[in-house]
């Protein structure tokens, strides 16, 4: 193994109160008669933009329910860049640790903006060589893990993550994948899992 990719939410972070700060703002403004609740996005963890709009959205046309998740991806940036997450026990001490042995990286289903504004609240940045997300791509996780292999030479990368989605993505790239249990999701198999994030340090 020389690498470990990981992915964001549930595996690295919970953001879950910042996000829900800024989305409600815009469906307050938009007046769509919905206010989410943490249940709401928990069960959205690990989908794209289309995803999203129709598991929250499952009686608006496509073009209404695209438009409101549009607005909320642009504004939950900045929320994240000044209010940030909550980061699970010992995250930048393991990260150090691991930096110094394997080359880090994050894969992510997030927009522009998001990404940015986890490292500019936490500064972890100095401990990830890249990453690679769909707002900037407009790549599946699958393809965005297979951009990141080849961008960076890896002959033996693994993916850390806590969704199917996460699982699906790995098995699509061809590399095992880490079950990161304490998250948001369930998953149907794994090569590996983690019931903290400290546990990576004894099973890398």
């Not at 996000?19 to 938009?30: G, P, R």
């Not at 990286?105 to 060589?129: D, P």
């Not at 690679?132 to 890896?154: H, M, V």
Request: hydrophobic share 35%; aromatic share 12%; with cysteine.
């Amino acid at each position: 193994m020389d690498s470990i990719i990981f992915d964001l939410d549930g595996t690295i972070w919970d953001s879950i109160e910042t996000v829900l700060l800024a989305w409600n703002t815009i469906f307050e403004d938009q007046q769509v008669g919905k206010k989410l609740t943490r249940k709401d996005l928990e069960g959205t963890m690990g989908l794209q933009l289309d995803g999203i709009s129709r598991k929250l959205f499952p009686n608006l046309d496509l073009n209404t329910r695209t438009k409101i998740i549009k607005q909320c991806f642009e504004i939950e940036g900045k929320y994240i860049e000044e209010h940030g997450g909550i980061l699970y026990e010992s995250v930048e001490d393991v990260l150090n640790k691991l930096s110094k042995k394997y080359k880090l990286f994050i894969v992510s289903n997030c927009q522009q903006g998001y990404m940015e504004g986890f490292f500019n609240f936490h500064k972890l940045q100095n401990y990830f060589l890249d990453y690679e997300i769909p707002g900037r791509t407009g790549l599946s996780k699958g393809d965005n893990i297979k951009l990141i292999i080849e961008r960076n030479n890896l002959s033996k990368p693994v993916y850390v993550g806590d969704t199917e989605g996460d699982l699906k993505a790995s098995r699509y790239a061809g590399i095992p994948f880490v079950y990161a249990k304490y998250g948001f999701g369930n998953v149907s198999e794994y090569d590996q899992v983690t019931e903290k994030f400290d546990d990576l340090l004894e099973l890398f």
